[in-house]
């Protein structure tokens, strides 16, 4: 199952090793779709290339290329991936890995000769993996429903940039100017789940491209458009498309916005999941996190992330004691060099690492050890710088305000911050210069204390 898988993988990557440049298919004719309206289809081999170049037939265990006359299988184009499946003549199975198109209507399909053989001219029956493309239909038929969310609460400036189907996934690439709020994104997600519970039906047509126009059809900016185009329909939303989708909404199921990101300048991205493509997710990240958390399974995710978050707050509280210890002991050397301003003591330190409350708890103790003390505290953590001033109850009575010295030295720092005469508190951006407007705090004091 694993070699299978990393076969598919690389028949996505290239077509079997040779590309339409490098083997003259003019004498073969081009291949019939008929994927539209059913997944198996009876079909005669044209050509078989193995190894750049025609072969007669494919044997057991051989990665090849068939080119039939007829397919169900879609070949990869317009951001949907190709179809995988079987083609059956008896006992002989080619497992098709991937489907690939050129631009002279021949379908390649990409894979390997799984049991006995096949020769040019022989007769197959093309049958397309069917729960993969309905999967893959499903996220189609989303991708559209989406952007008419996104042009109903972003506004009308939003196009289709690019997008991407598979079975697990649809990707939507648009334009808009900034991130979407976690409210937009909720929005967009509820309407497009109303317009899939709506039930429409999908309409699919072809029309003149006048007419089509006419009728308000979507096209992709920068595309090129024959006389005639398809045109598919589902309630309000009408566009140019050339892929496979579901006959009815609802049968999408559900859908989940999974990420919302930038891709480029004034281009952003949306992932989404739906129907069985959308469990398979959730189960895919409540397996990740039962093993992240070394839980036994996944009902007992919540209970060990209770246990973890328990864990996590009290050596949260631990090391917030030890920050606390190590300050303290910093401010105790502080006062042996205690700057006298007209009777009171003033001292100031610069931490790392110090979390606010212990901060707090700091400055509480130095206002009850040393009542003529006032004391200013600057310190980060966590990218968050702080300041913090406390007066003891004399230096208060002398005239000391915490709240002032604190929106002085906060505006000096690029920040904000006030609160009451004996303990103040405020946000800075940048403490580079915090040394420096600590030592002259001094001077603010003369000019408070009597």
């Given at each position: 199952?694993?070699?299978?898988?990393?076969?598919?993988?690389?028949?996505?990557?290239?077509?079997s090793?040779?590309?339409?440049?490098?083997?003259?298919?003019?004498?073969?004719?081009?291949?019939?779709?008929?994927?539209?309206?059913?997944?198996?289809?009876?079909?005669?081999?044209?050509?078989?290339?193995?190894?750049?170049?025609?072969?007669?037939?494919?044997?057991?265990?051989q990665?090849?290329?068939?080119?039939?006359?007829?397919?169900?299988?879609?070949?990869?184009?317009?951001?949907?991936?190709?179809?995988?499946?079987?083609?059956?003549?008896?006992?002989?199975?080619?497992?098709?890995?991937?489907?690939?198109?050129?631009?002279?209507?021949?379908?390649?399909?990409?894979?390997?000769?799984?049991?006995?053989?096949?020769?040019?001219?022989d007769?197959?029956?093309?049958?397309?993996?069917?729960?993969?493309?309905?999967?893959?239909m499903?996220?189609?038929?989303?991708?559209?429903?989406?952007?008419l969310?996104?042009?109903?609460?972003?506004?009308?400036?939003?196009?289709q940039?690019?997008?991407?189907?598979?079975?697990?996934?649809?990707?939507?690439?648009?334009?808009?100017?900034?991130?979407?709020?976690?409210?937009?994104?909720?929005k967009?997600?509820?309407?497009?789940?109303?317009?899939?519970?709506?039930?429409?039906?999908?309409?699919?047509?072809?029309?003149?491209?006048?007419?089509?126009?006419?009728?308000?059809?979507?096209?992709?900016?920068?595309e090129?458009?024959?006389?005639?185009?398809?045109?598919?329909t589902?309630?309000?939303?009408?566009?140019?498309?050339?892929?496979?989708?579901?006959?009815?909404?609802?049968?999408?199921?559900?859908?989940?916005?999974?990420?919302?990101?930038?891709?480029?300048?004034?281009?952003?991205?949306?992932?989404?999941?739906?129907?069985?493509?959308?469990?398979?997710?959730?189960?895919?990240?409540?397996?990740?996190?039962?093993?992240?958390?070394?839980?036994?399974?996944?009902?007992?995710?919540?209970?060990?992330?209770?246990?973890?978050?328990?864990?996590?707050?009290?050596?949260?509280?631990?090391?917030?004691?030890?920050?606390?210890q190590?300050?303290?002991?910093?401010?105790?050397?502080?006062?042996?060099?205690?700057?006298s301003?007209?009777?009171?003591?003033?001292?100031?330190?610069?931490?790392?690492?110090?979390?606010?409350?212990?901060?707090?708890?700091?400055?509480?103790?130095?206002?009850?050890?040393?009542?003529d003390?006032?004391?200013?505290?600057?310190?980060?953590?966590?990218?968050?710088?702080?300041?913090?001033?406390?007066?003891?109850?004399?230096?208060?009575?002398?005239?000391?305000h915490?709240?002032?010295?604190?929106?002085?030295?906060?505006?000096?720092?690029?920040?904000?911050?006030?609160?009451?005469?004996?303990?103040?508190?405020?946000?800075?951006?940048?403490?580079?210069?915090?040394?420096?407007?600590?030592?002259?705090?001094?001077?603010?004091?003369?000019?408070?204390?009597?």
């Amino acid at each position: 199952m694993n070699e299978q898988r990393v076969r598919a993988r690389e028949a996505r990557k290239d077509v079997s090793g040779w590309s339409t440049d490098s083997i003259d298919l003019t004498a073969v004719a081009p291949t019939q779709f008929t994927g539209y309206t059913t997944l198996e289809q009876p079909a005669t081999i044209l050509a078989i290339v193995r190894d750049g170049s025609f072969a007669d037939s494919v044997e057991e265990g051989q990665q090849a290329t068939l080119i039939v006359d007829a397919t169900s299988f879609y070949g990869e184009s317009g951001g949907q991936v190709g179809d995988t499946g079987v083609m059956v003549n008896g006992e002989n199975v080619f497992t098709v890995e991937n489907t690939k198109k050129d631009h002279e209507g021949h379908f390649m399909h990409i894979g390997t000769m799984t049991t006995g053989s096949l020769s040019t001219k022989d007769t197959v029956s093309a049958k397309v993996d069917e729960q993969r493309r309905r999967r893959i239909m499903s996220n189609h038929s989303a991708c559209h429903l989406l952007q008419l969310a996104l042009r109903q609460v972003l506004g009308n400036h939003v196009h289709q940039a690019g997008s991407y189907y598979d079975e697990h996934r649809c990707r939507f690439d648009f334009s808009h100017f900034s991130a979407m709020t976690s409210e937009e994104i909720a929005k967009v997600q509820h309407l497009v789940n109303q317009m899939i519970l709506s039930a429409n039906p999908v309409q699919v047509e072809e029309l003149p491209i006048e007419q089509a126009k006419n009728k308000g059809a979507m096209a992709l900016f920068g595309e090129k458009y024959g006389d005639v185009v398809r045109v598919c329909t589902m309630g309000d939303s009408v566009e140019f498309c050339g892929g496979t989708h579901v006959p009815n909404t609802a049968q999408i199921g559900v859908f989940k916005i999974i990420s919302e990101s930038s891709v480029a300048a004034g281009v952003r991205r949306i992932e989404a999941a739906t129907g069985m493509g959308l469990l398979d997710n959730a189960e895919q990240v409540i397996g990740a996190v039962a093993s992240e958390l070394k839980a036994a399974g996944q009902a007992e995710v919540v209970a060990k992330a209770q246990s973890v978050a328990k864990e996590l707050k009290a050596q949260s509280r631990e090391i917030e004691s030890l920050q606390a210890q190590i300050a303290n002991s910093k401010v105790q050397e502080l006062f042996a060099n205690t700057v006298s301003v007209k009777g009171v003591r003033y001292i100031h330190a610069v931490l790392k690492d110090t979390a606010p409350d212990s901060l707090r708890t700091l400055g509480d103790q130095v206002k009850a050890d040393a009542p003529d003390v006032v004391a200013v505290f600057a310190a980060s953590n966590e990218g968050k710088s702080s300041v913090l001033a406390v007066c003891g109850a004399e230096a208060v009575k002398a005239g000391a305000h915490a709240g002032k010295l604190i929106k002085e030295i906060t505006a000096q720092l690029g920040g904000k911050g006030g609160g009451r005469p004996d303990s103040a508190m405020g946000g800075v951006a940048d403490l580079s210069k915090a040394e420096q407007v600590l030592e002259s705090v001094a001077q603010m004091l003369e000019g408070m204390v009597k």
